[in-house]
């Protein structure tokens, strides 16, 4: 025959059914505290910057004073370079004609290189270049070797997938050596349109 337990002595019963189920429970979580955690989460690797072949063209007009006279022309550049994103970098080839006052032809023959930040559809960038200045018509002392540079910004007009019309302007600052070690400081404003393409 069961024996009943009284009901005043349940909260007894109760408690110690407590106070045995409590050291358990401490055990059981001590030993899942315990246990090695799982592997981290992986964590995916930034994505590596991608360099593409990118080439620039450009038409544009400018205004030079060279030896304290204007010189109004065209000119005309050819990029080729490694597009990184953010950061571009160009070796370039340029070709400005042009006339002074006078009528007299002038030839501008430039290489060198640039590089330029893109922030969004706009890029800011500083060209260097050594040159070759032509008069054209002067039969004697007729050129003059300079070195420059031409700091710029370009804003992107249209611009669907690797294929930019851009419109560009550029201070050129160039100091030239001319015959009889004559040096002369030179600049001018250009301004420019240009097409960009990234494979």
Request: glycine residues 12%.
């Amino acid at each position: 025959m069961k024996r009943r337990v009284p009901a005043r002595d349940r909260p007894h019963v109760v408690l110690l059914a407590v106070l045995l189920a409590f050291p358990v429970l401490l055990v059981s979580a001590s030993a899942a505290a315990d246990e090695p955690a799982g592997p981290a989460p992986s964590v995916r690797p930034a994505a590596a910057v991608e360099s593409r072949f990118s080439l620039k063209v450009s038409l544009g007009g400018d205004y030079r004073n060279l030896y304290g006279f204007p010189v109004y022309g065209g000119d005309t550049h050819v990029a080729i370079g490694v597009d990184m994103g953010a950061v571009a970098v160009y070796g370039i080839a340029g070709l400005t004609l042009g006339k002074n006052q006078y009528g007299n032809g002038v030839t501008i023959v430039e290489l060198g290189g640039s590089i330029e930040r893109r922030v969004d559809r706009f890029a800011f960038g500083l060209a260097f270049r050594p040159s070759d200045l032509i008069f054209n018509r002067i039969p004697l002392g007729t050129e003059a070797i300079g070195l420059g540079i031409a700091p710029f910004v370009s804003f992107d007009l249209i611009a669907p997938a690797g294929h930019v019309l851009y419109l560009a302007s550029s201070m050129n600052l160039d100091e030239y050596i001319g015959p009889g070690s004559t040096a002369s400081f030179a600049w001018g404003p250009t301004l420019s349109i240009g097409y960009r393409e990234n494979d």
